[in-house]
């Protein structure tokens, strides 16, 4: 969530991008990128703009920017790839760290007022 191009959240947005990509699909790589990004485009669009007071949470430009580093991640990710496919132990414990994290983050947009783990909108209820 921002206002500007780049913010605090354009690290996790890089990091997620090179951490899933690398752990959901290691077998194939391509398929990995493919469906990562299609899936983080799409959550990028259900996230709420504006707070229930109008004040603007976050720009297209901001998505824009989650999306492009989030891409890059990916790439560093596919490299990665590799390196999961032989320590499928380590593969399982990132990626239930990440599907824990996607889930928080879903979650807190399609239920901003009531999330159990803090909605988008939570503190404004």
């Not at 947005?13 to 699909?25: C, D, K, P, Q, W």
Request: hydrophobic share 45%.
């Amino acid at each position: 969530m921002g206002i500007e191009f780049l913010d605090i959240w354009t690290v996790m947005h890089f990091l997620s991008g090179v951490f899933i990509t690398a752990t959901l699909i290691p077998s194939n790589p391509c398929a990995s990128l493919i469906v990562c990004n299609i899936l983080h485009f799409i959550s990028e669009c259900i996230e709420n703009n504006k707070d229930p007071t109008g004040k603007v949470l976050e720009t297209n430009i901001n998505h824009f920017g989650d999306i492009i580093y989030f891409f890059m991640g990916s790439l560093v990710g596919y490299n990665l790839t590799e390196y999961f496919v032989e320590n499928p132990c380590q593969r399982y414990i990132v990626l239930f760290i990440c599907i824990i994290i996607s889930v928080q983050e879903i979650g807190r947009e399609l239920y901003p007022h009531n999330w159990p783990f803090g909605g988008a909108f939570s503190k404004f209820s």
